[in-house]
């Protein structure tokens, strides 16, 4: 990764963290709060090498689980995972593909999901805390989704993020 790609790289991260953590909450329902990380972590997925990658979305998942607020290790565990289920499957597959952009996000937030409900279950003697994280799913799904597609509206949707 040149330097170039890097400081877009940490400047989108940086916006995404501000706008999704100070900017929105003012605005919107728990529930309808896109993940730009994850969004962010699957184009990585999807574009990027499996040595930078892995790395970088066991970070953005500290990155989400530190401004989130949940419990630290959460959602860097579900992105890790869910970047190497992604990589393993990207190779045979045109990646450039919008559409499956958009329907890997929608799998992998569903996907976490389930991982996330399945550790938290796991591990926390809160009563109500499936009932809570059920009632979200839908429409994170349906959000992530969106913010997906206009993530393939950008002219740099269609360029290599680094060689492989």
């Known amino acids: 990764m040149n330097r170039t790609v890097a400081l877009l790289f940490f400047s989108i991260v940086l916006s995404s963290i501000v706008i999704q953590v100070s ?21 990585i997925a999807l574009r990027g090498s499996l040595q930078s990658g892995a790395p970088l979305a066991w970070l953005l998942g500290m990155l989400d689980d530190v ?8 959602n860097a565990f579900t ?3 869910s970047f190497i289920v992604i990589k393993s499957v990207s190779d045979r597959l045109y990646a450039d593909s919008g559409i499956l952009f958009i329907l890997t996000v929608s799998m992998v937030t569903a996907a976490g999901f389930v991982i996330n409900l399945l550790l938290t279950v796991m591990f926390v003697s809160s009563p109500g805390i499936a009932y809570s994280m059920l009632s979200d799913i839908i429409p994170r799904i349906l959000i992530n989704a969106f913010v997906a597609s206009i993530v393939t509206l950008f002219p740099l949707f269609d360029s290599q993020v680094e060689a492989k």
Do not use: A, T
């Not at 929105?24 to 184009?43: A, E």
């Open 79 to 81: 992105f890790l995972i």
């Open 23 to 43: 900017l929105l909450p003012l605005f919107l329902r728990p529930s309808f709060k896109p993940d730009f990380l994850l969004v962010i972590m699957v184009f």
């Open 67 to 74: 401004f989130s607020g949940m419990y630290l290790g959460l």
